[in-house]
């Protein structure tokens, strides 16, 4: 391998496939990054064998070849490089790159290329075409709600499915559950349902976003591939049936509750500040347009009052107040409907004039005082 | 005690007297936050008993009185308060405080007052009057060079010294050294030794720093005040004789080079990546207008070349690329001098066209290859 490249171009790529470069593995070689140069493009390559990240520049190739480098050293290294021409080579024999900048080098011993595991882009049998600034979105509105025990897979994931024209992204940890609905062009035909791993989709959406632009979606029977112009995501999906979260969510509310996402925030936050560690109870009484979120500690008291706009029966119900702000935070409305249907029912936050989304959060027993 | 302020008063005050607040300390009372009411002023104090600021606002005072809170609660409930009119109001027979903001409130419960640490201002016999800004940069200069190490007490600390009209900082760790010499006005008749915590300084690098301002520093034989027009900064002083540094610092050297300190900071950096934790040495050679600095290490070899302009004999030396780039960042400079005197004695670096700063680094012994 002996080639010209840009710290620029060198820094998106290894910046890019970084994520997937396995933190603590047994096998030293997933801490690496596979460079590979053929015609006039550069990949770049790093895999945990759950996701696996590739990245192509642009650069001028002056012999073909391979080299897997230590991914804490060859990132540093270009985080400071210099803005100059940066020469680089791979002595096959010594098994180390030299790379050259100005009057100065760096010598990296690298990993036997042969270890590093294959990436093959699989030829699924189903592609999707989706703006990436919509999936982006669509995945931050859910993915917080995966759970994160590995005992139980199947709530790790985000649950993708299309039928009838619509896709649909779901997520739970059966303490709360995201959920959207989007409309994407030419899926009529398409039927699918798949659960996709939380951190692939955390990951994915770190890399793409860009207005205008659409990611790929390829699926085989157990991977997940995205493509957009210059990065290839490959992901294994989770096996299992979802559950069936539709059912736990009310139909029929007896009281909805209007008010501005930011109020019940700074509220939520500051009577949470009085909780002892580790728990985060609030309580929230709904009556004649007035909602109280209310905290009594050994530390003290807090007490926040908001006018808000009611329909139905009054409300006392207590939550979970970092649940409640993250879930609120990621709403990004301005107005939201919360629906209730009794204390030890789901509490329902919808953003206001935006169909097509809801976020539900189950209520915390609290003994009456 | 009851009182109206505003959010930002308040905010001020507390950020800037929570830095004494004793972070683990067998007296619960330490971790609180004192507010006194009086006439048409608010004081807020902390301390850890080395260190006591006081921050007073103005405020509308009702009712005189004072009380003790807890730090985490007072200073985050504060911090997220809304940008309205805050009542607060003590109750001293509950021992609580009441802050009211709109139609909300937050009740926290409070300290014995009688039982925090009197914050008693000093009446020195020696006062100077320093611009803030000079003394801020200064400080910053010098203090980084302080050792951590509490068994030797009297490193921990910086030296200021007054005599024949001239001020002086210094601070080592044995292993590197910093002095910086300030042109005063007024101090021709002032003699001063004294040993200032390294911790001291820092936090007021933190207060202090406002252009046409001045620092008050009042001395008593054991403490250090340092009055702002808001801010009050006790602190004990370090006893014990500073030692003779100036001995260390060689007076004729073999060589001298000139380079751009960013250059430097950068081929420093980028050759230390390769070092195994926990080393960080770097190789420099000097000879022919080129400075070279490389390592040779299990994980590769870095070789970094640049132009400098050189006085006197050629120069073989290891420094610890760490202190040295710390060094380089703190001078402030585009270009310095480094001054050597052989393999095993200090390099002394000064930033070219200011007098009166100097930083000096030991060399690290490395057995010839």
Known sequence: MNLISSKDDLLFAVLTVQRAVAQKSPLPILSGIKFKAEADQLFVTATDLEIGIQCSVK??????????????????????????????????????????????????????????????????????????????????????????????????????????????????????????????????????????????????????????????????????????????LISRLISGEYPHFRQVIPQEPLSRVRLKTKDLIAAAERADLLNPEGSSVIKMQVQDNVLVVSVNAVAGRAYEEMSVFQEGEPVQVAFNARYLVEMLKVTGSEEIDIEFTGPLSPGVIKPVGEAGYLSLLLPVRIREE
């Open 59 to 232: 650069a001028e190739i002056i012999e073909d070849g391979s080299a897997v480098l230590p991914s804490k050293y060859i990132t540093e290294l270009i985080r400071r490089l210099p803005d100059v021409p940066i020469f680089i080579k791979s002595d096959p024999f010594k098994g180390n790159v030299t790379v050259k900048y100005s009057h100065s080098e760096t010598i990296i011993n690298g990993f036997p290329v042969d270890e590093f595991p294959n990436f093959i882009l699989p030829a699924g049998n189903i592609t999707l075409n989706i703006p990436e600034d919509i999936f982006k979105e669509a995945v931050k509105k859910v993915v917080f709600a995966v759970g994160t025990d590995e005992n139980r897979p199947i709530f790790t994931g985000v649950l993708l499915e299309i039928n009838d024209g619509q896709m649909q992204l779901a997520a739970t940890d059966t303490h709360r559950l995201a959920w959207q609905k989007l409309n994407i062009a030419n899926i009529d035909e398409t039927e699918i349902k798949i659960v996709i791993p939380g951190k692939t989709l955390n990951e994915l959406s770190k890399i793409i976003g860009r207005p205008e632009k659409f990611v790929k979606i390829t699926l085989t029977s157990n991977q997940v591939l995205f493509t957009t112009e210059d990065v290839s």
